[in-house]
T-cell receptor
Framework: DAGVIQSPRHEVTEMGQEVTLRCKPI?????LFWYRQTMMRGLELLIY????????DSGMPEDRFSAKMPNASFSTLKIQPSEPRDSAVYFC?????????????FGAGTRLSVL | AQTVTQSQPEMSVQEAETVTLSCTYD???????LFWYKQPPSRQMILVIR??????QNATENRFSVNFQKAAKSFSLKISDSQLGDAAMYFC?????????????FGGGTRLMVKP
């Protein structure tokens, strides 16, 4: 299995632009998570999906952030408009809910820089 | 809400020696999972080891083992025979058994440096 695949690996954009981050979970997994990692706040859960349905988006910082999961093999995290304080590494993770331990497997992350 | 605390921002160890990374957590639940993840410079988050709270036996994975003290809410990671490739950020994480999903709560991380 290729693991969780995120794209792009790096994204540099200007303030006010729309940014879309993409994630392909591990085939067969039914839970998907978006995390943000910054020096100041560490790793924070933004939103997670079970069976393509958003379950908890309380970690989404504000209305500029939105996430979708149109099918079991694809999810997007969109920031519109982007701001410099959104600069961070964004991780996607997936797991099979129902298995022992429900281990989350992470993608390599997208490093976002908003100038 | 659960919290996870890693009190050591940085640690260093000599190659081939043993090092222990500390983690404490706060919860009112009796059943849960605990994890250690490794994040090397490549940024990839890699699962190192997992412990179920209902199991008294400490988990072990090759050179990695944990000291799980449930009453003290402590979950330390021991790395034996440290190797240069062990240099990374290490994150302790907690997951409730009872929540609807698999949400992880992470500690702030410990940066481990390995000296040749």
């Amino acid at each position: 299995d290729a693991g969780v695949i995120q794209s792009p690996r790096h994204e540099v954009t200007e303030m006010g632009q729309e940014v879309t981050l993409r994630c392909k979970p591990i085939s067969g997994h039914n839970s998907l998570f978006w995390y943000r990692q910054t020096m100041m706040r560490g790793l924070e859960l933004l939103i997670y999906f079970n069976n393509n349905v958003p379950i908890d988006d309380s970690g989404m910082p504000e209305d500029r952030f939105s996430a979708k999961m149109p099918n079991a093999s694809f999810s997007t995290l969109k920031i519109q408009p982007s701001e410099p304080r959104d600069s961070a590494v964004y991780f996607c993770a997936s797991s099979w809910q129902g298995g022992t331990g429900n281990i989350q497997y992470f993608g390599a992350g997208t490093r976002l820089s908003v100038l | 809400a659960q919290t996870v605390t890693q009190s050591q921002p940085e640690m260093s160890v000599q190659e081939a020696e043993t090092v222990t990374l500390s983690c404490t957590y706060d919860t009112s639940e009796s059943d849960y999972y605990l994890f250690w993840y490794k994040q090397p410079p490549s940024r990839q988050m890699i699962l190192v080891i997992r412990q179920e709270a209902y199991k008294q036996q400490n988990a072990t994975e090759n050179r990695f083992s944990v000291n799980f003290q449930k009453a003290a809410k402590s979950f330390s990671l021991k790395i034996s025979d440290s190797q240069l490739g062990d240099a990374a950020m290490y994150f302790c994480a907690y997951r409730s058994v009872n929540n609807a999903g698999n949400m992880l709560t992470f500690g702030g991380g410990t940066r481990l440096m390995v000296k040749p």
